[in-house]
């Protein structure tokens, strides 16, 4: 008996569709396969003073590049309390983190959690400085200040006569801020610049001790024609003095962060700005690409990685400053998927 000719076209089809639906599951499994699943892990993570934008933002960036990876996250802010940074040191550890990503954290101000970590074999992440190198620093990720600090200097040579007065934020605390101090005290004098008046913020109250200190500046220093500040809140401090004393002087500052952007919008604002949350992240991309493949950690930044720098000021205040997050991590997020499976 023969089949109808269109009874036999259906049963080609169905076998193809079963080819094709059984190829698919195949391609789906392999494509699967091919990625390596992370084991669950817990990210400690500390900065010395979250009410700093600059360690909020790259500590803000390290939890959402963890959390995409499926790990757990123990965060601490010791409110730039010394003793609290310690504490909070060893507390990550007795905590049982896997790693631990510091921003700007002074390796003296947590040495016994730091001796404490690499008992255990914790990895312990230096991201946001440049400190002389220890032993029990397994990675160090950070922007490079001579190019920060050439970018701005640069900038105010165009804008400040030489001759002219100047005042100074400082904050000797962090070794990369006093870099930048002494980068200033060393070319000012290069410039023609008199450094009429310095003052060294206080960490516990960085906006507010900035405010006084500036208005006390022009107080006593009536023709200072520029502030420079080390950091972020230098701006967010001096802004209010200024406007307060009805003057018109320019503030210089480094390390630009959300709320001194806004500030650069209304003009008398100029600030460094980098891709700092670029440190935290590369921290998590390499604790992956470690407990996923057992690669070495790579001690510095991987140069297919570079930090990036602008000076924003009025003209380009309204540009997309400073580096969202989102476009910093994208990269990463992109290659995760394509390699990994979440923990969890």
């Known amino acids: 008996m023969r089949r109808p000719k269109g009874a036999l076209a259906a049963v080609v089809l169905a076998a193809a569709g079963v080819i094709v639906l059984v190829g698919t599951a195949t391609a789906a499994r392999t494509h699967s396969a091919a990625k390596t699943k992370l084991p669950k892990k817990t990210i400690g993570i500390m900065g010395p003073v979250d009410a700093a934008e600059i360690i909020k933002l790259g500590n803000d960036a390290t939890q959402q590049a963890a959390k995409a990876l499926g790990w757990k996250v123990i965060r601490v802010d010791p409110g730039g309390d010394p003793a609290k940074m310690a504490a909070g040191m060893t507390s990550l550890v007795n905590s049982r983190v896997d790693a631990i990503v510091l921003q700007t954290i002074e390796p003296g101000q947590v040495a016994a959690g730091l001796r404490a970590a690499h008992a255990k074999g914790i990895p312990v992440f230096d991201t946001g400085t ?91 220093h009536p023709n200072i024609k520029a502030v420079w500040g080390c950091c972020d809140f230098a701006a ?34 100029v600030v460094e700005v980098g891709t700092y949350q670029l440190g935290g992240i590369l921290a998590i991309d390499q604790l992956a690409q470690h407990w996923a493949k057992r690669s070495a950690i790579a001690k510095t930044p991987p140069k297919q990685y570079p930090y990036r720098y602008v000076i924003v000021d009025k003209a380009n205040a309204g540009a997309g400053y400073p580096f969202p997050t989102s476009k910093v991590i994208a990269p990463f997020l992109a290659k995760w998927k394509k390699l990994y499976i979440k923990a969890g």
Do not use: C
């Open 130 to 220: 440049t400190d002389a190198p220890s032993p029990l620093i397994t990675a160090r990720y950070y922007v490079s200040p001579a190019t920060e600090f050439g970018l701005l200097y640069q900038r105010m040579k165009k804008d400040v006569p030489s001759g002219s007065e100047i005042g100074a934020i400082f904050l000797p605390q962090f070794v990369n801020a006093d870099i930048a101090d002494k980068q200033l005290q060393a070319n000012a004098p290069k410039a023609g610049w008199k450094l009429s008046a310095t003052h060294d913020a206080d960490l516990t109250n960085l906006v507010g001790d900035t405010t006084k200190a500036v208005t006390d500046m022009l107080n006593a």
């Open 236 to 269: 967010t401090g001096a802004v209010p003095a200024i406007r307060s004393l009805g003057k018109n002087v320019p503030v210089y500052a480094l390390h630009g962060v959300p709320s001194t952007v806004q500030l650069a919008r209304a003009g008398g604002v």
